[in-house]
């Protein structure tokens, strides 16, 4: 499985305001600067995550990716106009028996839009099975 998510956090960032004036869906987590975290310790910045693909191929992968990218362009301006960062994670599986290395090629023009507004990439290796890395 390969699942694209965009991330973003910053001080003083409302997050409430931002995913409502740009209508953000399908997001996986949201936090809030000052409140208690998940692992009970104190947010020091506000941010959310968004799931922007979910596949098998890497291919339709990269392309949901532009076409998100593409679909958000005035909400990546907005934060580059305010100075905040953000980056997708691409994650996949690997580490099962029957799975060769996970290639996954980033075209020339997805890395264009990245530089266009200022998104950085990173990638995730996930193991796919804790019995298998036990054994």
């Known amino acids: ?80 106009r305010l100075d905040i960062g953000s980056f997708i994670d691409i994650g996949c599986t690997v580490g099962t028996s029957d799975q060769f290395t996970k290639s996954i090629n980033v075209p020339v023009g997805l890395l264009g839009l990245l530089f266009k507004y200022e998104i950085e990439l990173e990638f995730s290796a996930y193991p796919a099975s804790d019995q298998e890395s036990e054994g």
Do not use: C, P, R
Not at 30 to 55: A, P
């Open 1 to 80: 499985m390969i699942d694209s998510i965009w991330h973003i956090n910053a001080k003083n960032f409302d997050v409430a305001a931002f995913v409502e004036k740009f209508k953000l869906q399908n997001l996986t987590q949201t936090y809030i600067e000052g409140e208690l975290g998940k692992q009970g310790k104190v947010n020091e910045t506000s941010g959310f995550s968004v799931l922007v693909s979910e596949n098998l191929n890497s291919s339709q992968n990269i392309q949901e990716i532009e076409s998100f990218i593409l679909n958000n362009a005035e909400a990546f301006l907005h934060l580059k």
